[in-house]
């Protein structure tokens, strides 16, 4: 999957939220606003963790620790973009490049 197509496609379902839910984009789309959903997405992937592991009252639903795991990628990609971070290149500076030292 191609991270820039996935972040592409985020954003617009964002936008279509957004209008469907009468959500301000402008003041939504601020870094502050979109980092505040990232940490409240993390928050709902660890009580769910929590409810998979057994460490939590609820029943675990394995599905559901997917979806929040995807909320918190979606999150992340609107984040980078109000941010200005290239999350491609800032993923190949950081991570990929360990690939190319490999033989």
């Known amino acids: 999957m191609d991270i820039k197509a996935l972040q592409d496609s985020v954003l617009r379902i964002s936008d ?5 839910h009468g959500i301000d984009r402008e003041k939504a789309a601020t870094g502050d606003w ?9 928050g709902e992937l660890v009580a769910e963790h929590l409810r998979t592991t057994g ?19 979606g999150m992340l990609l609107i984040y980078c973009q109000a941010a200005g971070v ?18």
């Open 55 to 73: 460490r939590a009252r609820g029943t675990a639903d394995h599905g559901k620790l997917g979806d929040e795991a995807a909320d918190v990628l």
């Open 16 to 20: 279509i939220y957004a209008r469907e």
């Open 34 to 42: 979109a980092l505040l959903k990232v940490q409240e997405e993390l």
């Open 86 to 103: 290239d999350i491609e290149a800032a993923m190949q500076r950081k991570w990929l490049h360990w690939l190319e030292k490999t033989p």
